[in-house]
């Protein structure tokens, strides 16, 4: 079993969505685009997918940042989210023989993370 946690600012994601307008569009999927623009508060959305998509990245082992594609972990479910891998994260999860995926999200005024485990 291997284990994923990222906790990030919201008001940093709010920062780069408001400075940068395809922060969103490099990050996140159609789909979660979708969700998280339709919430009371978009920000604490983005912010729990993108801790989200962190802590799967460490949890594979693959990193954050510049080692993946961010759109190739997307964010899906409700209310239980799940993780659906495409490109090179699907491609190194298959080569280290990744299983299951459980990932959990929360969000207080401030804060948002993520816990990912991948099952061995």
Known sequence: MRVGVDLIEIARIRRALERYPRFAERCFT???????????????????RFAGKEAVGKA???GVAR???WKDIEIVGRP???????GRVREWAEKTNAGAIDLSMSHSR???NAVAVVSD
Do not use: M
């Not at 159609?30 to 983005?46: G, I, K, L, Q, V």
């Open 30 to 48: 159609e789909a979660e685009r979708a969700y998280c623009d339709a919430r009371p508060n978009p920000a604490e959305s983005y912010a729990g």
């Open 60 to 62: 594979l082992g693959i």
């Open 67 to 69: 080692a993946f594609a």
């Open 80 to 86: 239980k989210p799940s993780v659906r891998l495409s």
């Open 110 to 112: 401030e804060l948002a």
